[in-house]
């Protein structure tokens, strides 16, 4: 039976159907939903380049799912402190492989089964111990969730390096052996320019996931915690079938960091991010802080959308790009291809990603949080009641909201329940619609996974036993599902959990197909200046795959800048909470 929410109700993305066993799955592209079923891989941050967080898997029903288990046969030992969510990747020589990141710079893929190091590289460069001043995340090494793109078997991610200078580095590695690709790792300082600045890693964060669209790989970067030195919001896109090809998008203005967790989202040809506070006077104009800002391929900028009290935002550290950008279609709804984000203001916001519309009032908006939203990544998905988006608050509540179809859309409450902790959630469905389940972690708090029915909030999965508490989870992170299994990172391990049944074959993810690939404007490709000399290391440790060549890392040295450089002239403000 449906249920009436005030003020209407909505619909999440496409329909989702399965006639002769093919199902749409958002409104990118039709798949195989047959029991046979074709390879499921979890290729980035939250399933999908909408970052919806959702996962199709028939093991997930809430009988199954209320009796999870963790796998206490699956070792998944790793070294080092982990923010990044696992990918889960299919097709290759030695099986299923879960892929994991740590801070210390070390890369594993583990067998989906086993958790045993099918390989793994630590050679890839010293952590830095810090950034530009002393931060949440210590050591600094790879923070944002890797990327991987299946048609060449290649993982991308951004690694710090510490050195003389400190620098990053963008990494492209064959997922089945971990070798380093020709041509790759990229310097981001010596590539990155946009209006006259030049990007410096000393300054310069990576807490978002890493994002492939039509052959480009995005990474976002914002400054460290405390807003240390003259850092922007940056995008940088690297070619990856040319990675001498570096195009790039910053905030004219110092500040506007790109923190959340999701880091880029894309429509399949549009990219989204959303900017914290810049440092202005109040008579500058808009200058890319604050906003939701849309990039063209490239990147190339294309449009941006800010509140009508931007300089208000800036002035007291609310920062509207705390949190990710959600990309959701409402069918019904006048507009119906949007754009979430959700501010420290405590506020969501929805906008028209087609037009952003610039300095104005935002399509739909409303107060949806007791506390602050920052960090984490909220999660989009369809039931019969509608098409719902949920978050997990400072608090530790854990809310969900329905987008009414109506023109223009409206927000309304649908549940909301206390759940401690600090983690992105997902969403499990069976079929696409039904059986919706979000999921969250409780970071900084029971350090359990807890599951709730997507309609109603009531709890499906309370945390189960002794054996499924986990420890070392890091704020803000969020969990991945393949083939019957959740699998979460956290310290030195991956754990999985898995549900009562034998070997389901979920859905396969979706494939993006974009209905248009817009011509991007080139910039000059810059000459990489010698700064840092790879050299041969350890080749990377593979089982039972062949030894790995000899790849490039990058000569550690223990000395990052000394002085920082002096800050512009800003306008008083109050004390900021600390950031994420």
Known sequence: ????????????????????????????????????????????????????????????????AANLTRDLNFDGTISGHVYAQPLYIEGGPNGPMVIAVTESNNIYALHADTGLPIWSRTDIGTPAPQGACPGNIIPVGITGTPVVDLGSRSLFFDAVINGNPVKHFIFSLNVDTGVTHAGWPVDVDATAHYNGITFDSFVQEERGALALVNGIVYVSYSGYVGDCDNYHGWVVGVEINNPSNVM????????????????????????FVVTGNTFTTDQQPWSGGEAIVRLQAGPTFSQFWAPLNWHNLDDTDTDLGGCSATIIDVPGANPSQLVLALG?????????????????????????????????????????????????????????????????????????????????????TIDGTNNAIVWVAGIEDDQRLHGYNGDTGATIFAGGGPNEQMTGTRQWNTGMVARGRIYFGADNKVYAFKVPTGTPTPTPTAT??????????????????????????????????????????????????????????RRPRPTPPPRP
């Not at 790109?258 to 040809?269: F, L, N, P, R």
Request: charged share 10%.
């Open 1 to 64: 039976m449906r249920r009436t929410v005030l003020e209407g109700s909505g619909f999440h993305h496409a329909s989702y159907e399965a006639p002769n066993f093919f199902c749409i799955t958002h409104h990118y592209s039709f798949v195989d939903c047959s029991p046979s079923g074709k390879q499921v891989n979890v290729t980035q941050e939250h399933n999908n380049l909408s970052r919806d967080g959702l996962y199709i898997d028939s093991a997930f029903t809430p009988s199954n």
């Open 248 to 271: 790039a998008w910053a905030t004219d203005a110092v500040g506007g960091g790109i923190w959340g967790h999701g880091g880029v989202a894309s429509d399949g040809t549009n990219m």
């Open 344 to 428: 420290k203001d405590h506020n969501a916001y929805l906008l028209d990603r087609n037009n952003l519309g610039g300095v104005t009032t935002p399509v739909a908006t409303m107060n949806v949080s007791s506390s602050t939203l920052r960090g984490t990544s909220s999660v989009a998905y369809q039931t019969g009641e509608g098409t719902h988006f949920a978050f997990h608050n400072e608090s530790g509540e854990l809310r969900s909201y329905i987008i009414n179809a109506t023109s223009p859309p409206t927000i309304a409450l649908a549940w909301n329940v206390n759940d401690g902790g600090r983690s992105s959630p997902w969403v499990t």
């Open 512 to 569: 993006v197909t974009p209905t248009s690939t817009p011509t991007a404007t080139p910039i000059p490709t810059v000459t990489p200046t010698p700064t840092a000399t790879p050299i041969s290391t350890a080749t990377p440790t593979s089982t039972p795959t062949p030894t790995a060549s000899p790849s490039p890392s990058i000569t550690p040295t223990a000395t990052p800048r000394v002085t920082p450089r002096p800050h512009p002239t």
